[in-house]
């Protein structure tokens, strides 16, 4: 089975924090992605990345940086932490363009910026 | 953009109810469709999937029909259980845009 680890189940973290979502993935897939999930507007697509070192803007990179230096680990980076990035974090990986299209996704880290 | 339109919830049902959660969507390429669960405190978990028109998906006694002529992807269940109380996303995802598009949820509350 597939296997999607994120670092912290829950985060709590002061406005203007730098703060770092690790996510790790153990089937050698190709992509990876983060999206933040909020009531009434189900998921959104924060970063993907189709290889080491590659990265693709979503719906709402604004506020975000990522980074992907191995392939099983993908990174959410909030620079400069704001109330409004409080939300649900949800990592997925999947298998790459010459593979079935669906996304596994790890348990979520459900962050609070105060 | 290919978009996803799934009904709002949330849904209260009975145990033993028959359970629907309709989902419509917009593309202009040949999509996959999924339905996804997410139970209480947990990620999204892969429900089923359906590669391609008239395809029928279906897992743990739900299942969806990929209709291209009405672009839905309805989720449906003969008898619900009180362990089936999660939230049900739909997503379709194209080999074209490397990624995937989700519905806001339909949350489902099955009572004893």
Redo the contacts between chains.
């Keep these: 089975d597939v296997k ?1 680890t994120q670092s912290s189940r829950y985060l709590v973290k002061r406005t203007g924090e730098k703060v770092f979502l690790e996510c790790v993935q153990d089937m050698d897939h190709e ?1 990876m ?1 983060w999206y933040r999930q909020d009531p ?4 959104r ?1 924060i970063y ?1 990345s ?1 290889d080491v070192k590659m990265k ?1 803007k ?1 719906d709402i990179p604004e506020g975000y940086s990522v980074s992907r230096e191995k392939k099983e680990r993908f990174s959410l980076i909030l620079e400069s932490a704001s109330t409004n990035q409080t939300s649900m974090y ?1 990592c ?1 990986s999947s298998l790459g ?1 010459a593979g ?9 880290t459900r962050l609070t910026v105060t | 953009g290919d978009s996803v339109t799934q009904m709002e919830g949330p849904v209260t049902l009975s145990e033993e109810a028959f359970l629907t959660i309709n989902c419509t969507y917009t593309a202009t390429g040949y999509p ?1 469709l ?1 339905w ?1 669960v997410q139970y209480p ?6 429900l089923l ?1 359906a ?1 391609k028109a008239d395809d029928k998906g279906s897992n743990k006694g739900f299942e969806a029909t990929y209709r291209k002529e009405t672009t839905s992807f309805h989720l449906e269940k003969g008898s619900v259980q009180v362990s089936d109380s999660a939230v049900y ?1 739909c997503a379709l ?3 074209n845009n ?3 598009r ?4 339909t949350r489902l509350t099955v009572k004893p």
């Design positions: 999607v992509n992605f009434g507007l189900g998921l697509l993907f189709y693709e979503g949800l997925a363009v079935p299209l669906e996304q596994y996704f790890g348990p979520g | 996959s999924f996804y405190g947990e990620g999204l978990q892969l999937k590669t996303f995802s194209d080999k490397n990624d995937m989700f519905g806001a949820g």
